[in-house]
C-alpha cells in the first residue's frame, strides 16, 4: 500500500460531510480529526447541499435513518454528484429492515458511488434485493473465508461491474475491488467487533482517502481499509489485562493518529486478486 | 447471584433493539458489546417494529424523547409484546417535564414491560402520577438509605403488584422486586453519578440480561444490577491521581468486557426481603 | 482568575439544560459532569421551555440543528430570558450554510444571551451577517494573532457593545469581552482542535460558570475559557508516546474533574485589555 495514500489525507485536509447515525457519530468525527481531515455533520433537507458544497468529500450511513433525514441523504448524494465530489456508502443494517433496504437501494439508483462499504451480508443484500443481515452484524453464514474466498472475489468484482462502484466487504478478510481487481486484506483484530461503530468510522476514513486521492478510488478505499485494521492491531497490542472494549475504542482512534505512511506501507497485508 | 445468569448472555449473544437517547446510546452500545450481546438502534416509524421483530429484547429509554420518536416507542413495544419479548423502560426524566410523564405514563398502559429501571424519584413519578425529578437525578428527599429501606421495599413491591412488573431502582441501594421478593443491593460506587449514562446503560444491560435468562426476570434484572454495580467497583479500583469521569467511563465498560460469572457470584452485594 | 468563580460551580451545582448536537452531546453531559453541574439534554418543542424551566441555566448549540430542534431553540430561550436564567449560544458552522446563519441571526434577535462563543469565523458571521467559515473550523485568514490582537478586540468589544452580551472567541488566543473588558487568553494546547467538540464542551462549561456566578458574566465566562485551556495542557501533559486525539478527549474531561479553584487561579494565562 503506498504510502503517499495516507500523506495525502494529512497533507490535503480535505472538509468530509457525514450524514451518518447518532450512535457512532462521535467516533467517526474523532477518526476523522485523527486522520487529519476535518468532520462535519449536517443532516437536515435545509442545508445538507450547501454543507455538501463546502466540503470536499461525503459520507452517507444509513444507520439510525428517518423520514427526516433520509431526504437529506438523497440532496446531499446528488449535490456531490453535480460537484463530482466522491460519495461513500454505508448501507448499515441493509437487510434488517424494508426501510434500510429501500432506502440503500433507493440511493445506489439516484447517487452515484465512489466506495461502498459493507459486511457481507449489507453487501449481498444490495446485490440481490434482499439479505440475511442479523441486525447490524453479517450473517455467519456468509462470512467470508479462506475457502469460498475465490467465489467472494467474483461476487464482489460483478457488484463493482454492475453498480460502477468500488465495493469494501469488510470481515475477517476484506474484499475491496472494482470490477477487475481485488484487494484481499488480512489486517485487523477480532476484537474490533466488540466496539461499536468500527464499520462505521472505517466508511468516514474512507471517504477521507478517496477525496484526498482523486483517481486513485480502488487503491485510496483498499488503504482505508488497511489502514484500520492496521489501527484494530496496534491498539490491540496495546491493551492490558484489564483493558476492554471502551479502552480499545479509544486505542485504534490513538493509532490512527499517530499512523505514518512508513507503518500503512509495511505493515499493510494483502493480496491481489 | 447465580453465575449462569452472566454465561447465559455471553452464550447466548441475544440481538437487542435500544429506542434510546443520543446522549449516551453510543456507551450503551458498547455496554451491552461488553456484556456480549449485539446491539442495533433504531427509532423510526417506519422501521421500528421490524427492527424488534429481528432481535431478542427491547429497551426503550425516554431521554431525548420526541414527537418523532414515541411513536416508534410505542409500535416497537407493542410488536415485542405480540412476539412475547422481554421490554425494558427506563423513564429518565419522568416528573422533569409532562411529556416525559405522560409518555411513561402513557408506555406503561400500552405495553407490558418485564423490567422498569429508574431512579427512585422516577419511579415514585410513574406510582403517584407526579413527582419530583430534579432534572435526571433524583430528588435528595427521595433517596433510598438504610433508614427508610423497609418503607422502600414495600413502595417497590406495591407497584410491582400493581403494575405485573419487575422494578428496578437505583441508586445507592438498589432495590429490585416483584410483588413478593425484593433484592437489596449495595454494589457500585458513587463515583458512577458522576458519568453520564451509567443508569441508561443498566438498563440496556438489564434487557440483555432478561433476554437471555427466559423465565427468570427477577434474578435476571437483580445480576444486571449487581454486575453494573461490581463493574463500577473494578473501575473506580484501577483510577489514578490524575484519572477523572471520562477515564472512569471507559474503565466500567472495560470491567463489563471482563466480567465473568464466578466474579458476578463473588462480589454480588445484596439482601433479600 | 478568581478560585470562586469554578469553586461556586462546584458548591451550588447548578443544572443546566443543553440543546445541543448529537455529535459532541455526550461529551458536553461528561464535561458537565465533571466541573460538579448536572445536565439535562431535550430538545423537543414539547417539552424544551419546561426543561428550562427547572434548571439554573441554558446552552444553545446550533450543530446538527434541524427542522425539529430549532423551535425547540427558540421556546427554550424566550423561557430562559422570562425567568431570568442565563443563555450562552455557540453558534456552530455560522456562515457554512445559510440555514446556521440564519438561525444563529433570529436566535439572537429574538433571544437575551449572556454569552455567545464560537471562533472567530463564526463570530464575524454573526457580526458582519456573512463569513468564511470552514466548515466548523476557523478560516485561517481571520485568526487572531499577537500581531492582530488590538484590532480584534476592537472587533470583539464593538460585537459586544452592539448585542450587550458578552462575547468569547477562542482559538489559539481567546478573547473574552464585554463592550469595556478584553481577557486575552493564552491556555490552551494545539491538540484541542484534533478533538470533536472542545469547542461545545467549553459553551456547555461556560453556561455552567455563568449560571454559578450570576452578575459576574464576564469574569465566569473568562474563568471557564481559563479552565477548559488548563485542562488542555495538564491533559496533553500526561499523553504517553502512543496517544492520540482519543485518550487526549478523556484526559480533559478528567483534568476538569480533578480541577480545583487553586490550580485554576496558579495556571490562568490573561491579560486585560
Redesign the interface.
Known sequence: MKKELLQNVRERRP?IHSIT???????C??ML??CGT??????????AA??TA??GGLNINI??????TIPAMYAAGEQANALGHPVVLDPV?AG?????TDTALGLLEKVRFAVIRGNISEIKTLADGSGTT????ADPLDVVTEENLDAACVFVKEFARKTGTVIAVTGAIDIVADEKTAYCITNGHPMMS????TGCQLSALTAAFVTANPGEVLQAAAAAVCAMGICGE?AAE?LGA??????Y??????????LDGDTLERRAKYRVR
Chains 1, 2, 3 share one sequence.
Do not use: F, H
Open positions: 472538509l447515525n447518532y450512535v457512532t457519530v462521535n467516533d468525527a474523532n480529526l485523527a476535518s468532520p462535519i455533520m449536517a443532516d437536515d433537507i435545509g442545508e450547501q454543507i463546502v466540503c444507520g439510525t435513518l428517518n423520514e427526516r443494517g434488517a429492515s424494508a426501510l434500510r442479523k441486525g447490524v452484524d466488540s466496539v461499536t461503530g496496534m496495546r484489564q483493558d476492554g472494549n471502551a479502552t475504542r479509544n486505542y485504534i482512534i490513538d493509532a490512527m493518529y499517530r
